[in-house]
């Protein structure tokens, strides 16, 4: 079974879609398996974090942003793909870093996931774009 998403962006940030991802889930009747997520861009990334306290994905935003600055920073001036805007590679590097894809457990009907756990498209341009996110359970 497989579905796509899609998850219009307004620039950098985390972008939780756990509750589209577990209704999907829900409404094929799987009662276990294994779900897997995949980002359809090179400039973006996938992840599951704390869904509890805002402050987290603040924090995350934040530290890569310190992290990997952009490419108009003078710490970055060896980089030379920059013709699509000082936010273009290095968020190229943010999603070589971070994961594009996740795989997690199903079991009675719903992906197996923490108390506090949230999956989220991370986001690493300015521009707002419509990401497509794959799933597919098997």
């Known amino acids: 079974m497989q579905k796509e998403f899609?998850?219009?962006?307004h620039g950098q940030g985390?972008?939780?879609v756990t509750r589209p991802v577990c209704d999907w889930v829900a409404q094929?009747?799987?009662d276990a398996g294994l779900l897997t997520l995949f980002v359809r861009h090179t400039s973006c990334s996938l992840l599951i974090q704390e869904n509890a306290d805002a402050e987290v994905q603040s924090d995350l935003l934040a530290f890569f942003s310190?992290?990997?600055p952009p490419s108009n920073d003078p710490s970055m001036s060896y980089?030379?793909?920059t013709y699509e805007g000082p936010d273009d590679m290095p968020a190229h590097i943010k999603a070589a870093i971070l994961p594009v894809?996740?795989?997690i457990p199903v079991m009675?009907?719903?992906p197996v996931l923490g108390t506090w756990q949230g999956i989220f498209l991370f986001e690493h341009r300015n521009a707002p774009h419509g990401r497509r996110?794959?799933?597919h359970l098997a």
């Open 6 to 9: 899609t998850v219009q962006t």
């Open 14 to 16: 985390t972008y939780e």
């Open 28 to 30: 094929t009747g799987k």
């Open 66 to 68: 310190r992290l990997v």
């Open 79 to 81: 980089l030379r793909h």
């Open 101 to 103: 894809s996740l795989t």
């Open 108 to 110: 009675q009907g719903q």
């Open 133 to 135: 996110i794959v799933a």
